[in-house]
């Protein structure tokens, strides 16, 4: 396997939809969704967002994208990643992650990370977890009846990483 991550490109804007679709953690109805917040990325002046995508063999595999919290200090929101499900587990979120901090690392302090509470999402917070990420909230009923909000955060002047398999 022949990883490469890159910052995105408008021409990456199809592929990167169906990622995320593909993750089955946004329905087909969220393709607009997600086309318009790429399209923001597109047209961000640098300072308000990264995004980067993860490819195998020139073929795009995954993104992730992070945009600066308005009115803080160098906080910043991962508002997506994924990976495509026969990618899953090869460690491309993880690289995704990583590049992403390091992207940030002279613009944040913080990462905060947004996510449910379902079993849906059972896996995204475990990974979270693995990567040195603290869970510092919960919103009950955020998302709906049942569905809390669940809140991340990871303060990049630690640079200690987690280990891949758990925190040690």
Do not use: K, N
């Not at 940030?104 to 977890?129: E, I, K, M, N, W």
């Not at 919103?139 to 669940?150: E, K, M, N, R, S």
């Amino acid at each position: 396997m022949h990883l490469t991550i890159a910052p995105y490109s408008s021409t990456d804007r199809a592929a990167v939809v169906s990622v995320m679709v593909g993750t089955g953690m946004f329905a087909d109805e969220d393709a607009a969704f997600l086309e318009d917040v790429l399209d923001q990325h597109a047209g961000a002046d640098g300072d308000g967002s990264r995004c980067l995508v993860a490819r195998v063999d020139d073929a795009v595999v995954g993104a992730a994208l992070a945009r600066a919290e308005e009115a803080t200090d160098r906080v910043w929101d991962l508002t997506m990643i994924g990976v495509r499900p026969d990618r899953q587990r090869d460690g491309v979120g993880v690289a995704l992650m990583r590049a992403v901090e390091a992207a940030l690392a002279d613009a944040a302090r913080l990462v905060v990370v947004r996510t449910s509470s379902t079993a849906q999402f059972a896996g995204a917070r475990g990974f979270y977890d693995r990567l040195g990420y603290d869970e510092v909230a919960r919103v009950a009923d955020y998302w709906t009846d049942g569905d809390d909000l669940v809140v991340f955060r990871r303060d990049l002047r630690d640079r200690r990483d987690a280990p891949v398999g758990g925190r040690g």
